[in-house]
């Protein structure tokens, strides 16, 4: 089992509908929690970084962590084409390495 | 304020050549982190460096080594490569402090196709 499972999509959508991107994870020891935006060609742009367990809102996205299920969630609000890109989830223990999910690829159609 | 900056964007390689990478972390950061990205794939750590000294290391084979240097800038090189390490190597910053994790901001990697 991966450490850190995300499915890869694709997904499509709608302009102006509300995208959940989720992952699971295994490993107990994770207690800071991620979500990187990548463009085609480009490097990780971080969007959310979160510690333990709770919600966390940042304009049109909010992240969720629920470390008792070892569940972790991106919302999108009013999704926007320029939100098409692919969505990483990354999971930190006590050391600096992250853990990644496979990404999911997120089109939204205008 | 420069992010990370990674150089080339590109490079083609035969197998068993050598490949040097470069990277130069965000201003005011001071460890440097090199992950592989397969096409298709989440990024894999390879390996972290702090105070010119490797402080982690992931699942990689000694053919891939690196160096911080001491204005933190730092170098991933890949020796005797194979078809397999055909991917986009990404560079991390961050900056390291005692008792708390700093989040991690990547450059926009190196594409590296081996023929």
Sequence with gaps: QKEVEQDPGPLSVPEGAIVSLNCTYS?????????????????????????????????????????????ISLFIRDSQPSDSATYLCACQGGSEKLVFGKGTKLTVNP | DAGVTQSPTHLIKTRGQQVTLRCSPKSGHDTVSW??????????????????????RGNFPDRFSGHQFPNY???????????????????????????????????????????
């Design chain 2, 35 to 56: 992950y592989q990205q397969a096409l298709g794939q989440g990024p894999q750590f390879i390996f972290q460096y702090y105070e010119e000294e490797e402080r982690q």
């Design chain 1, 27 to 71: 490993n107990s020891a994770f207690q800071y929690f991620m979500w990187y935006r990548q463009y085609s060609r480009k490097g990780p742009e971080l969007l959310m970084y979160t510690y333990s367990s709770g919600n966390k809102e940042d304009g049109r996205f909010t992240a969720q962590v629920d470390k008792s299920s070892k569940y």
């Design chain 2, 73 to 115: 800038s730092s170098e991933l090189n890949v020796n005797a490569l194979l078809l397999g390490d055909s991917a986009l190597y990404l560079c991390a910053s961050s900056l390291s402090r005692r008792g708390t994790n700093q989040p991690q901001h990547f450059g926009d990697g190196t594409r590296l196709s081996i023929l």
